[in-house]
Nanobody, 115 residues
Framework: QVQLVESGGGLVQPGGSLRLSCAVS????????MGWYRQAPGKQRELVAS???????NYADSVKGRFTISGDNAKNTVYLQMNSLKPEDTAVYYC?????????WGQGTQVTVSS
C-alpha cells in the first residue's frame, strides 16, 4: 500500500508563499501521475496541479503562473510551490498518486491565506 504524507501548510498573508511537500513511500511517482488537489469549505475537491512521469505538468487556470509542481526522485517527494497567494487559495490541500488502476491520497494539509 502506497502512503503519501503531506506537510508544509499553514497560515500566510496574501501575497506570501508556501511550499507543500508530499513524501511518497515508494519510488514510483516518476512513472505515474502525481497531483495536488484542494478542497475549500462547501466546495468540491479540485485539481490544482499535476505532473506526469515526473516531467509533464499541468495547472488549473486559477493558479497558472503562481504555483509550480516539481519532484525530487532521490527523496521520493513531490512539491507544490505556491507564490502570490490569495485568500481564495484557502483550502485543505491533498496529494494524489494515480497509477491508472489505483488512487492514493494523503491526509491533507491546511493552507489559510489571511491578513
Amino acid at each position: 500500500q502506497v502512503q503519501l504524507v503531506e506537510s508544509g501548510g499553514g497560515l500566510v498573508q496574501p501575497g506570501g508563499s508556501l511550499r507543500l511537500s508530499c513524501a511518497v513511500s515508494e519510488s514510483i511517482f516518476s512513472i505515474y501521475r502525481m497531483g495536488w488537489y484542494r478542497q475549500a469549505p462547501g466546495k468540491q475537491r479540485e485539481l490544482v496541479a499535476s505532473m506526469y512521469s515526473g516531467k509533464l505538468t499541468n495547472y488549473a487556470d486559477s493558479v497558472k503562473g503562481r504555483f509550480t509542481i516539481s519532484g525530487d526522485n532521490a527523496k521520493n517527494t513531490v512539491y507544490l510551490q505556491m507564490n502570490s497567494l490569495k485568500p481564495e487559495d484557502t483550502a485543505v490541500y491533498y496529494c494524489n498518486l494515480y497509477t491508472g488502476r489505483n488512487d492514493f491520497w494523503g491526509q491533507g494539509t491546511q493552507v489559510t491565506v489571511s491578513s
